[in-house]
């Protein structure tokens, strides 16, 4: 399926997003929020309410999975939501599988587990839903992720679902991906399968709807401003540590991409910190050395000559827990097989991108030592500049390509 190309267009963004929502209430019978109090479900849930009290459609449902260590401006902020009349915020507190690259040999780590009773972050607020019809979450191996259960909160006698989620294209290229398939309606996605107890079935019945994917980061943050929406205070302190507007994220900071805000906790919230330590293996390490060669950031290690890259590889996935041994090494080897159908065999170069593919060994040196659970590293390529230097580099290791071209 052909991935679209960018293009510009008269409207701005605010209304394109609204027309999107209006759009979206005519198609759906029901129509919820997914709301996790960060900037980006801060712009659906304003936008939402604006077009569900156009519609006569209030109270707006809004539904809130909790990730147990959040700082308490979370909680005040969805209080404040929840206080608004016409809105109808739904807490979930349940056990969630999430990713921990804090420590290789715990690489999940599950919210608000009756196991880990003493060591919440924590209390349970008392809004809190405990329970989803059809997730049986007291076997850790049943956990699932937010994605994977929230279908749950769509049975189907509410007819044609759609969650409005804020998910937008220029963060990730996984995300750019999901809205490029498609000319029309791009925005809507169904939401395909999930898990309903512990088998994996379908809801056809369930969409999910991207209506700001278009919005930059200064789109973001512009709304709450020009249009006097409140926001989560958490943000205020992400901006004065200085993290970047691209990196201020709302999510607990254990997974890859959130690690550079693990010693801003520390700094910021110290009660919520010394639980944090306890509560995930591995997380004050990563506080000190999240971005250095421990976790697998700074420079790559260096291929001895004598070793293969196949061989090199291995020795780095090894280095992880089982769990993610599988992942890693089925995501590289789904990365050559693409590479080798779609080039007819070309060889890799040592840190030379293809220019069909973009790929090089270096590349899959990165994966395989850093992983990517989320599947959100993309090797990109410029025909025109990468084509010359790729035969360039061929022709220098003419002689010695036997390793490059092993198959794993």
């Known amino acids: 399926m052909p991935i679209l190309k960018k293009q510009t267009v008269d409207q701005d963004v605010l209304t394109l997003a609204l027309d999107r929502i209006r759009h979206i209430?005519?198609?759906?019978?029901?129509?919820?929020?997914?709301?996790?109090?960060?900037?980006?479900?801060?712009?659906?849930?304003?936008?939402?309410?604006?077009?569900?009290?156009?519609?006569?459609r209030t109270?707006?449902?809004?539904?809130?999975?909790?990730?147990?260590?959040?700082?308490?401006?979370?909680?005040?902020?969805?209080?404040?939501?929840?206080?608004?009349?016409?809105?109808?915020?739904?807490?979930?507190?349940?056990?969630?599988?999430?990713?921990?690259?804090?420590d290789p040999k715990h690489p999940y780590w599950y919210t608000w587990a009756e196991e880990s009773r003493d060591l919440w972050c924590r209390p349970m607020p008392p809004e809190a839903i405990t329970q989803i019809p059809g997730y049986d979450a007291t076997n850790p191996k049943n956990r699932r992720t937010i994605p994977e259960i929230s279908s749950l909160l769509f049975p189907p006698e509410l007819g044609r679902c759609c969650m409005l989620l804020g998910i937008r294209a220029d963060e990730s290229m996984t995300r750019y991906m999901a809205v490029s398939h498609r000319e029309d309606e791009n925005y809507i996605v169904s939401h395909g399968s999930g898990f309903g107890g512990t088998n994996f079935v379908k809801f056809p019945h369930v969409f999910k709807g991207y209506p700001i994917y278009d919005w930059s980061t200064s789109d973001?943050?512009?709304a709450p401003?020009?249009?006097?929406?409140?926001?989560?205070?958490?943000?205020?302190?992400?901006?004065?540590?200085?993290?970047?507007h691209s990196q201020q994220r709302l999510a607990p900071p254990f997974g890859e991409e959130p690690f550079k805000a693990l010693s801003m906790y520390a700094k910021a919230y110290p009660e919520l910190w010394t639980k944090m330590v306890y509560r995930v293996p591995g997380a004050n390490t990563a506080a000190l050395y999240s971005r250095t060669d421990l976790y697998g950031f700074g420079e790559l290690p260096d291929k001895p000559d004598d070793v293969s890259w196949p061989d090199f590889l291995a020795i780095q996935i090894r280095k992880h827990a089982p769990v993610l041994q599988k992942k890693t090494s089925e995501r590289i080897k789904k990365e050559l097989t693409a590479h080798y159908r779609k080039t007819n065999g070309d060889p890799l170069m040592d840190d030379t991108p293809h220019p069909i593919t973009g790929i090089d060994w270096k590349f899959l040196l990165a994966i395989a030592v850093r992983t990517d659970s989320k599947n959100r590293r993309f090797?990109?390529?410029?025909?025109?500049?990468?084509?010359?230097?790729?035969?360039?580099?061929?022709?220098?290791?003419?002689a010695g390509l036997s390793e490059d071209g092993t198959r794993y």
């Open 25 to 56: 209430y005519d198609l759906f019978d029901h129509v919820a929020v997914s709301f996790s109090g960060g900037k980006d479900s801060t712009v659906v849930f304003n936008l939402a309410l604006q077009v569900a009290r156009e519609r006569g």
């Open 59 to 102: 109270p707006l449902r809004v539904f809130h999975f909790d990730e147990e260590a959040i700082p308490a401006d979370v909680e005040d902020y969805l209080r404040r939501m929840a206080q608004i009349p016409d809105v109808k915020i739904e807490w979930y507190c349940v056990p969630i599988k999430h990713r921990n690259a804090c």
């Open 220 to 222: 973001v943050w512009t």
């Open 225 to 244: 401003s020009a249009l006097g929406w409140d926001y989560c205070r958490f943000y205020d302190l992400l901006e004065m540590s200085k993290i970047s």
């Open 379 to 398: 090797a990109f390529t410029n025909l025109n500049r990468s084509a010359d230097k790729y035969e360039a580099a061929r022709a220098a290791a003419e």
